[in-house]
């Protein structure tokens, strides 16, 4: 039963609280999350918090999750210099030694990973399978962390001077500050810190102010690992706040990388912030991203995997398919089959078992959804299916909007339907002929993060992955555009800011790199034969 209301206190007369619906509170109950309880968002060794309060809103209900004390700009810079301390201990620490509190941290997120994946369906709204799967992610990119802590090698470079030798080393490189965006509550934060860790560094991290609860849950976990090997818990300190704390973090000059997820909007500003103060950034992005089906596309696979890609998770992944191309020939067929799978999505609760379509993350994102809709209505777009808010019982009291297949009339990708990411699920689709013109509308916009071809005639695939290809940072064959593993370096091009994280070599930005010409000769002679005798 889903209710707010106040109630006489379990715990003694004259106090009260909130109640939750039992589904909530079960959940809550799993990280001793008290409804009543007003929960220290910052973490730096010790729990605190006298700043702000934020609420966590559950978006499948609307209820009041818990209330969170965020970091006061006191709060920040404190735990900026605690997290600077303990990175002057923790990189003194043999890198083996950091992979095998690594594995640590891996073992504890595991135990709770049915919860954990509970607690992000809950507080940000995807469906319970999706929220095992972020924190299976976290566990994943740790195993990864354990084993980079072994290999994290550098190299001997031939001298061209005798009795020279010429190291490039990786060292520590800093205080890592990580902002995170609502979507991946748990997953983001996991990419950096496993990485972050295993090189030697501290981080902080700066997640959502709309999914407080994930990054208390998971710092209490890791700090848990962390205390119980005598290591301070400033190697992973959590400051929660709005904009303010965020601006706080990306402007420290003790804040040597700065890894952010988020909008085009705001990592905008905070890649021209970190550059103005000479500081690392990664900057992780928008996507608008496009599946294109040729003629010889296995539909009974591009269909399922067009509709995951632009429903699932309710069209709020960055790599969501945000637009897709159909060839002449198969667009009847494609589309007839695809909406056929979307009159049969299980709408509801994203912790009920069958449930597909969870809400929309806030409110904001259900109005930004329904101007997205009447944009398109105003340019005679044809709204194949969806394109309103679910009005049925049991939906109400969410963020649940249908999801939505449009055929806009203009194909121009520069036009705004086109070129803008909308975090919501909805899909235009367009015709082509040929496959340069669908490669060319999927280089098109300002985005490049993910990207999909459907065929199976290599010769298209050669073109896909080539240098005339797809400009995205992700290029899939047969595969939908979300959905990604750790072992590849993640991340996208052109607006989407040219990060990468996870796996490949997204760690080489993790470190330091010292180029050491060591002489170990009796001479000294200069490089490139220049001689500065007197
Ligand atoms: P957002 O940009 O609104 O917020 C991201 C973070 O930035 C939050 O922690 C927020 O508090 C903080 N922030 C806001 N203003 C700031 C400022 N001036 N200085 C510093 N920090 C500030 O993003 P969101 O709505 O939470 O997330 C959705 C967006 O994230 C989408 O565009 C999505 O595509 C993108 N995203 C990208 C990836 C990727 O890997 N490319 C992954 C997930 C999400």
Partial sequence: MLRRRVLNSAFGAGHSVRSLSTRASNILSKFSIRPDAELKGVYDGTWRGSGEVIQSVCPTTGEVLANVRTASPAEVQETLAKTREAYVKWRNEPAPRRGEILRQIREALAAKREDLGALVSLEMGKILTEGVGEVQEFVDICDYGVGLSRMMNGRVVASERPGHSILEMPNPLGVVGVLSAFNFPVAVYGWNLALSLAAGNATIWKPSPTTPLCSIAVTRIISQVLEANGIPGAVASLVNGGKEVGEAVVESPGVELVSFTGSERVGRIVGQNVASRFGKVILELGGNNASIIMPDADLSLAVPAVFFGAVGTAGQRCTSTRRLYLHRQVADEFLGRLKTLYGSVAVGDPLAKDTLLGPLHTSTACDVYTQAVEKLR?????????????????????NFVQPTIALPKSVNPKDGIWSTEIF???????????????IEWNNAVPQGLSSSLWTRDIRNVGRWIGPAGSDAGIVNVNVGTSGAEIGAAFGGNKSTGWGRESGGDAWKQYVRWSACTVNFSDAAPLAQGVSFAS
Wanted: proline share 3%.
């Fill in 378 to 398: 105003s340019l005679n777009a044809d709204i194949i299916t969806g394109g309103e808010r679910y009005q049925r019982d049991g939906l109400q009291g969410g």
């Fill in 424 to 438: 919501a699920p909805i899909l235009n689709v367009a015709i082509f002929d040929e496959l340069e013109e669908a």
